[in-house]
């Protein structure tokens, strides 16, 4: 009898002892995450150089006159071929993208004005195309651009003037 | 032999010296221990890459992992590494809570007086995925990035605190 009752006494304290493992054991947990984030550089271009399309020979029927990205001016009618008065120029711009960001290159369609009514269409090519070519390295790239503008039948002479707008972007 | 009679006869003093001093009654005793609870984050929050602007502006990344762009701008050819962060809780079916930071702050890696603060720190909780005692949880926040903020890598190896408590 005397050793039954130290047995229970034993096992009351062994129940005694969990409860306070429960109440004193983590009833709250902290786990910890770390953040990251990557701050690219923005894309910029910069101002560009003039396309010059050159003087023309403005004849009863018009035609395109193309200047490459490389410069170099053509005519689909010859007759409105004459040696230009002004240095014919592609357009060029510096564009610098972060490094291995792929961009892309927008230049609209746009119209030279004059002192007349008849404004002339001009469309563009640059020097970019194909989506390697159009990946940044950090530093400033060059942008050739050039165009196609469409003489009308009997252009008014004179001095036309428009703006080639480009647009880059990250993609 | 005569010592071991000695001890045996006083505690049955003692036991019956209680006895008498006392009343009787039965009561049942229970315990139920419950398991710790516990948390270990298995994914980290990544915002990704983010392009400076010339303004202020905030990318939000939902619990979900998918970011979102106010005032800024994000490159979707090139992301980077983006996630939600997560962790694992085992709570043994018992309701928690959670609690998240107010904001955390990264550092520049090779500027660190550059700074850029994450606040709105939201969670969603997936139950019983691996067991019914585990949840999964979500992390997102949003990053606030100041006007033409310098580019580079942005963290804080110290991490930010998700606790869990039982209710």
Redesign the interface.
């Known amino acids: 009898m005397?050793f039954n009752?130290?047995k229970i006494t034993f096992i009351?304290l062994a129940?005694i002892g969990?409860?306070s493992?429960?109440q004193d054991?983590?009833?709250?947990?902290?786990?910890?995450?770390?953040?990251?984030?990557?701050?690219?550089?923005?894309?910029e271009i910069n101002d560009g150089t003039a396309l010059n399309f050159g003087t023309i020979n403005g004849t009863a029927t018009g035609g395109d006159v193309t200047v490459s990205n490389g410069g170099n001016r053509t005519f689909s009618n010859s007759d409105m071929e004459i040696t230009s008065a002004t240095a014919i120029t592609a357009a060029s711009f510096n564009i610098t993208a972060?490094d291995?960001?792929?961009y892309s290159i927008s230049i609209p369609d746009t119209v030279l004005k004059g002192s007349g009514t008849d404004d002339m269409a001009v469309t563009f090519t640059h020097s970019r195309i194909g989506a390697a070519k159009r990946v940044g390295d950090g530093t400033a790239q060059e942008l050739l651009v050039g165009g196609t503008l469409t003489v009308n039948d009997g252009q008014t002479s004179g001095e036309y003037t428009g703006s080639v707008k480009v647009t880059v972007a990250?993609? | 032999m005569r010592a071991i009679f000695i001890t045996?006869l006083f505690?049955?003093i003692i036991?019956k010296a209680r006895a008498q001093a006392i009343s009787a009654a039965t009561i049942d005793?229970r315990?139920?221990?419950?398991e710790?609870?516990?948390?270990?984050?298995s994914?980290?929050?990544?915002?990704?890459?983010?392009?400076?602007?010339?303004t202020n502006g905030s990318?939000t990344l939902s619990t979900d992992g998918v970011r979102t762009a106010n005032g800024a701008?994000i490159?979707?050819?090139?992301p980077?590494?983006v996630s939600a962060?997560e962790?694992i809780v085992s709570h043994g079916e018992y309701n928690y809570s959670i609690t998240l930071p107010e904001s955390?702050i990264?550092f520049?890696e090779s500027n660190p007086n550059k700074i850029?603060i994450?606040n709105q720190f939201q969670v969603t909780p997936i139950t019983g995925i691996a067991s019914p005692g585990d949840d999964i949880l979500r992390?997102g926040?949003t990053?606030n990035?100041e006007a033409n903020?310098?580019?580079?890598?942005?963290?804080?190896?110290?991490?930010?605190?998700?606790?869990?408590?039982?209710n």
Request: glycine fraction near 8%.
């Open positions: 005397i009752m130290k009351l129940l969990g409860t493992f429960a054991g983590p009833a709250s947990a902290s786990g910890t995450a770390d953040v990251n984030a990557v701050i690219v550089s923005p894309i972060a291995t960001y792929s990250y993609e | 045996i505690i049955s036991s005793a315990a139920v221990i419950v710790p609870i516990e948390i270990a984050k994914v980290d929050l990544n915002f990704g890459n983010i392009i400076s602007g010339y990318i701008q490159s979707s050819a090139v980077g590494l962060a962790a955390f990264l520049n850029m994450i992390i926040a990053l990035i903020q310098i580019p580079g890598v942005y963290t804080n190896s110290e991490g930010f605190n998700v606790t869990v408590s039982y």
